[in-house]
């Protein structure tokens, strides 16, 4: 019979795998330390057994002179155990948020962009791990989803992310290597308490557990209870958020105002995270509470890394910050695929006479005429307040000229807003 370690740890790994659908590869995040090198060996084991397919992925950051060893290492243990692995050099840009975080950045973006929709990658964070997450969410002064540390399970990017072994201690996985005469790689900067996470595990930690031995755990077991709170509370506020929606990434700002403050907060970042977006620091969450009181045909706009919040007619939207339009103006024969500054045009002029004049493709300016079949001449910017069209969106606008006369407006790449008498458009085709 295997030992008690191992017994515990390959059932967990039966259990993960078990919740996998049939026909994905797993892979393994594999750094060459002791705790994704154990994976990586008794995954190997499960999966053959299974008949699954196993692979593993190594991150080469390039932030040490050890780096190549551990590459080195890895591949030599890919080798042995038969099992594939694939090797991303990133670059690590810490400007901004500390090397902790941007290495950590960078990691996951090359998980994400190297493997295989559906698959699923096996993480080998532990409880000890997890009680660090929890100290540093709670000395940053998180709310709820940071203390509730990292999930055992997450969809991103179209792959899933598990963490088998999150209620385990450390000292089991010691316990586990020791038993397998397991060789792993040291890494050096592991000492270095002048990363938080390093602090916390050689200094903190020590002490706290002299007073209560099974702090990691007790630790642990309070981020599994945010977290739950966290899934329950964003459920009620998922089912709140539906009856505020006005449209596509907007709400009604004069329902929320009516919301108690707290109460804003909450509904404000599930927004942003159901629109795939940022939540705001909070310095900018509260001034953009503030502004929900701004008048109706105020026009406010607060902003944030990676994405921006804007008030118009009692509706609050959330968006991607949108880059300033370059100058831009194209000559266009009404046939050929016309591409923009901000994507392709996606329609042609089928009754348009290709040799018989050149058409003009612009930015709308301001001050355009159209001619509409049954509703004669219209000023394009009352056609734009009519169909209440945000002024932010009503600047990146294509109108196409013949001559000094609008026969067409489009808002790349989709929508074909108008279009004049005698002119008909039609959607681009892809090529085959």
């Known amino acids: 019979m295997a030992p008690q370690p191992l017994n515990l740890l390959q059932g967990l790994l039966n259990d993960a795998l078990a919740e996998?659908?049939?026909?994905?590869?797993?892979?393994?995040?594999?750094?060459?330390?002791?705790?994704?090198?154990?994976?990586?060996?008794?995954?190997?084991?499960?999966?053959?057994?299974?008949?699954?397919?196993?692979?593993?992925?190594?991150?080469?950051?390039?932030?040490?002179?050890?780096?190549?060893?551990?590459e080195a290492h890895c591949r030599d243990m890919c080798e042995r155990l038969n099992v594939p692995l694939t090797v991303?050099?990133?670059?690590?840009?810490?400007?901004?948020?500390?090397?902790?975080?941007?290495?950590?950045?960078?990691?996951?973006?090359?998980?994400?962009?190297?493997?295989?929709?559906?698959?699923?990658?096996?993480?080998?964070?532990?409880?000890?791990?997890?009680?660090?997450?929890?100290?540093?969410?709670?000395?940053?002064?998180?709310?709820?989803?940071?203390?509730?540390?990292?999930?055992?399970?997450?969809?991103?990017?179209?792959?899933?992310l598990v963490r088998p072994w999150l209620t385990v201690r450390r000292a089991e996985l010691e316990a586990a290597a020791e038993l397998l005469e397991l060789r792993w790689c040291e890494d050096p900067t592991n000492q270095d308490i002048r990363f938080d996470r390093n602090r916390l595990r050689h200094r903190l930690l020590p002490a706290m557990r002299e007073r209560w031995p099974a702090a990691e755990t007790a630790l642990a077991n309070s981020a599994a209870h945010a977290s739950e709170a966290d899934v329950v509370l964003s459920e009620y506020l998922a089912a709140e958020l539906t009856e505020l929606f006005t449209g596509e990434g907007q709400v009604d700002a004069r329902a929320l105002r009516q919301r108690s403050r707290p109460r804003q907060r909450l509904l404000v970042r599930t927004f942003c995270q159901q629109q795939g977006l940022p939540t705001p620091p909070q310095k900018r969450l509260e001034s953009l509470l503030d502004q929900l009181t701004a008048k109706a045909d105020a026009e406010v706009c607060v902003e944030w890394p990676g994405a921006q919040a804007r008030l118009w007619r009692q509706r609050l939207y959330l968006l991607q910050p949108l880059e300033p339009l370059p100058p831009w103006e194209a000559s266009w024969d009404g046939q050929t695929p016309l591409e923009t500054p901000i994507g392709p045009l996606g329609w042609q002029v089928a009754s348009f006479q290709p040799h018989s004049q050149v058409l003009r493709a612009t930015w709308r300016q301001g001050g355009e005429v159209i001619q509409l079949p049954k509703r004669g001449r219209r000023d394009l910017k009352r056609l734009l307040q009519e169909a209440d069209m945000p002024p932010w969106e009503r600047e990146r606008l294509v109108v196409i000229m013949q001559n000094e006369a609008c026969i067409g407006v489009i808002c790349p790449p989709a929508q074909l807003l108008w279009q004049a008498e005698s002119v008909f458009f039609t959607r681009m085709t892809s090529p085959a």
């Open 20 to 70: 996998t659908p049939p026909g994905r590869s797993i892979w393994v995040a594999l750094s060459g330390g002791l705790d994704s090198c154990l994976l990586l060996a008794l995954a190997a084991q499960v999966c053959e057994q299974a008949g699954r397919h196993l692979r593993a992925i190594h991150i080469n950051h390039g932030l040490q002179a050890a780096a190549q060893t551990f």
């Open 88 to 160: 991303v050099n990133v670059a690590v840009d810490a400007q901004g948020e500390g090397i902790e975080g941007a290495a950590r950045n960078a990691r996951y973006e090359a998980f994400f962009a190297t493997i295989p929709a559906g698959d699923t990658l096996w993480l080998a964070q532990h409880q000890d791990d997890q009680a660090e997450t929890f100290l540093l969410a709670a000395l940053r002064g998180s709310g709820l989803r940071g203390l509730a540390g990292m999930p055992y399970q997450r969809e991103a990017h179209s792959i899933s």
